[in-house]
C-alpha cells in the first residue's frame, strides 16, 4: 500500500506473515525509536517515517553516504498479506521495469535500488534452482561465474533437510553500502537471477557499467532510496501518526453525536 508503515501492524494475517517478508528484522529496534520520540513529542513522528529515517542512518553506518529524507508521511490502517507483491527473483528486466515504472521509478532507479542488494543475505531457496536445475534444464544457470557455482553449491546442498542456509547478496563486501555489487554482477558473481541479468539485459547492462565506473554511486544511490520514499504515502488529513508501530490507534467511541 505504499510507504505507510504497513509492515509494521501486527496481525495473523498482516504483511510480516507474508512469505517475502519472512526474513525481515528490526522491528524491536523500530518499537524502541518510536518509544524514545513519543516521550520527547508525542504523536508527531510517524512510523512511515521512521522506517525512511532509520534506513538512511543504517546506510550510512554501514559505509554509505548521507542523504536528505523527506518526511511528514502518515501510517496507514491496513495491512494484509495478500497486498504484498515483491517481485519474484526470476523476474525478466523488462518485467521488473514494468512494476518499477508502475511505481513511477525510472529502470535507473531500478538499477540503483538493486543496488541494495550490497548489503544483506538471501536464503537458498531463492536462487537453489540457478545451481541445479535452471530453467528445468537439470544444470546450471550458465551466466553464473564457475567460481560462485561452487560456492553455492557448497552452500546450498541440492538436499537440505535441516537448514535453509543463507548466502550474501554481495560476495564481496556484504556488510558495506558500496558499488561492488555492480563490480560482482560484471564478473558474473549475481546470486539472484535478476541479480545477474541487470548486468547482461540490453535494457539495463550499461547503467550497471556507468555505476561500476561512477565514483559518484552513494549520492545517486541516496536520491534513488528519496524516491522510493515517495511512493504512494499518505500526507496531511490522511491516516494517522501511531503511538505504537504495531497497532492502529484507537478511535474515540462516539453516542448520540457525542465524544
Same mark, same amino acid.
Given at each position: 500500500?505504499?510507504?505507510?508503515?504497513?509492515?509494521?501492524l501486527?496481525?495473523?494475517?498482516?504483511?510480516?506473515?507474508?512469505?517475502?517478508?519472512?526474513?525481515v528484522?528490526?522491528?524491536? =529496534?523500530?518499537? @524502541?525509536i518510536?518509544e524514545?520520540?513519543?516521550?520527547?513529542?508525542?504523536? =508527531?513522528?510517524?512510523?512511515?517515517?521512521?522506517?525512511?529515517?532509520?534506513?538512511?542512518? @543504517?546506510?550510512?553506518? @554501514?559505509?554509505?553516504?548521507?542523504?536528505?529524507?523527506?518526511?511528514?508521511?502518515?501510517?496507514?490502517?491496513?495491512?494484509?498479506?495478500?497486498?504484498?507483491?515483491?517481485?519474484?527473483?526470476?523476474?525478466?528486466?523488462?518485467?521488473?521495469?514494468?512494476?518499477?515504472?508502475?511505481?513511477?521509478?525510472?529502470?535507473?532507479?531500478?538499477?540503483?535500488?538493486?543496488?541494495?542488494?550490497?548489503?544483506? @543475505?538471501?536464503?537458498?531457496?531463492?536462487?537453489?534452482?540457478?545451481?541445479?536445475?535452471?530453467?528445468?534444464?537439470?544444470?546450471?544457470?550458465?551466466?553464473?561465474?564457475?567460481?560462485?557455482?561452487?560456492?553455492?553449491?557448497?552452500k546450498?546442498?541440492?538436499?537440505? =533437510?535441516?537448514?535453509?542456509?543463507?548466502?550474501?547478496?554481495?560476495?564481496?563486501?556484504?556488510?558495506?553500502?558500496?558499488?561492488?555489487?555492480?563490480?560482482?554482477?560484471?564478473?558474473?558473481?549475481?546470486? =539472484?537471477?535478476?541479480?545477474?541479468?541487470?548486468?547482461?539485459?540490453?535494457?539495463?547492462?550499461?547503467?550497471?557499467?556507468?555505476?561500476?565506473?561512477?565514483?559518484d554511486?552513494?549520492?545517486?544511490?541516496?536520491e534513488?532510496?528519496?524516491?522510493?520514499?515517495?511512493?504512494?504515502?499518505?500526507?496531511?488529513?490522511q491516516?494517522?501518526?501511531?503511538?505504537?508501530?504495531?497497532?492502529?490507534?484507537?478511535?474515540?467511541?462516539?453516542?448520540?453525536?457525542?465524544?
Amino acid at each position: 500500500m505504499g510507504c505507510d508503515a504497513s509492515i509494521l501492524l501486527d496481525g495473523l494475517t498482516s504483511e510480516k506473515k507474508a512469505v517475502p517478508n519472512s526474513s525481515v528484522r528490526g522491528y524491536g =529496534l523500530i518499537d @524502541a525509536i518510536k518509544e524514545a520520540l513519543e516521550a520527547e513529542c508525542q504523536g =508527531l513522528v510517524s512510523c512511515a517515517d521512521i522506517i525512511s529515517m532509520a534506513t538512511r542512518d @543504517a546506510v550510512v553506518l @554501514a559505509g554509505g553516504k548521507w542523504y536528505d529524507v523527506e518526511t511528514g508521511r502518515r501510517d496507514g490502517d491496513a495491512s494484509l498479506a495478500s497486498n504484498v507483491k515483491l517481485p519474484a527473483a526470476t523476474i525478466s528486466v523488462s518485467d521488473s521495469i514494468k512494476l518499477f515504472a508502475s511505481k513511477n521509478l525510472t529502470q535507473y532507479d531500478m538499477v540503483y535500488l538493486l543496488g541494495g542488494h550490497t548489503v544483506g @543475505a538471501a536464503r537458498c531457496s531463492l536462487f537453489k534452482d540457478r545451481i541445479y536445475n535452471f530453467n528445468k534444464t537439470g544444470g546450471p544457470d550458465p551466466s553464473m561465474s564457475p567460481w560462485l557455482f561452487a560456492e553455492l553449491k557448497d552452500k546450498c546442498p541440492r538436499i537440505s =533437510l535441516i537448514f535453509d542456509n543463507t548466502y550474501p547478496l554481495d560476495v564481496k563486501t556484504p556488510s558495506l553500502v558500496d558499488n561492488s555489487y555492480f563490480q560482482e554482477i560484471k564478473k558474473g558473481n549475481g546470486v =539472484l537471477q535478476i541479480d545477474q541479468q541487470i548486468a547482461l539485459d540490453e535494457l539495463t547492462k550499461n547503467i550497471v557499467d556507468d555505476i561500476v565506473n561512477d565514483p559518484d554511486f552513494y549520492t545517486k544511490f541516496g536520491e534513488a532510496m528519496v524516491k522510493l520514499g515517495r511512493v504512494e504515502v499518505l500526507i496531511d488529513g490522511q491516516g494517522e501518526v501511531r503511538k505504537s508501530c504495531r497497532v492502529v490507534n484507537k478511535k474515540p467511541f462516539i453516542f448520540g453525536g457525542f465524544n
